[in-house]
């Protein structure tokens, strides 16, 4: 499976919405260069709160523009970066992936997926309603959440629009994501 980049993103501060640039350089082991998400352990602040020590499985945050295309189809305006993506993709079925998968992003770069973007109540902060929109229910009724999928750096390197992406699965049977 491949698929490209579409679109990528950072923020220094601790903001939402990330503003969308024209590169972005993974480091190995830490996530992207100048986010505010960078390092080796937690920094989103709820989890910071709960241990500081843990280590960062959220460097990197990867939603596919299908996503956006589905919340513009029900009224939803929101673009590349304003969920607190640092990359958007397209034709790579993210919530597909099986735990472990490896995303080698560009000439370089690796990604190690670690599991799905819990939706947040800041979803509804920024755009009412839009929490619910990137939540949904299988036939059996379980929770489907839709907002993307977070990764840590394998190997680093440069990351651009128009970047090829190609999945590499992991050994052994397939793996549903679950939230990290």
Do not use: W, Y
Not at 132 to 156: I, N, S, Y
């Amino acid at each position: 499976m491949s698929g490209l980049v579409t679109s990528v993103s950072r923020s220094a501060g601790h903001t939402f919405s990330k503003p969308v640039c024209d590169g972005v350089r993974l480091l190995a082991g830490l996530g992207v260069e100048g986010d505010a998400h960078l390092g080796e352990t937690v920094k989103h602040r709820s989890r910071v709160a709960r241990d500081p020590s843990r280590p960062n499985l959220r460097q990197v945050h990867l939603i596919h523009a299908e996503l956006h295309d589905e919340l513009a189809r029900a009224g939803f305006a929101v673009s590349a970066g304003q969920m607190g993506e640092n990359i958007t993709t397209r034709g790579v079925d993210l919530l597909g992936l099986s735990a472990g998968a490896l995303l080698r992003i560009g000439g370089r770069a690796v990604v190690h997926v670690t599991g799905l973007r819990n939706p947040c109540v800041q979803l509804d902060d920024f755009m009412p309603g839009l929490m619910a929109a990137v939540l949904d229910r299988d036939e059996h009724g379980h929770v489907v959440r839709k907002a993307g999928v977070m990764g840590v750096v394998v190997t680093g390197g440069e990351v651009r629009p128009g970047d090829e992406v190609l999945v590499e699965p992991p050994q052994g049977p397939h793996v549903p994501l679950t939230p990290v």
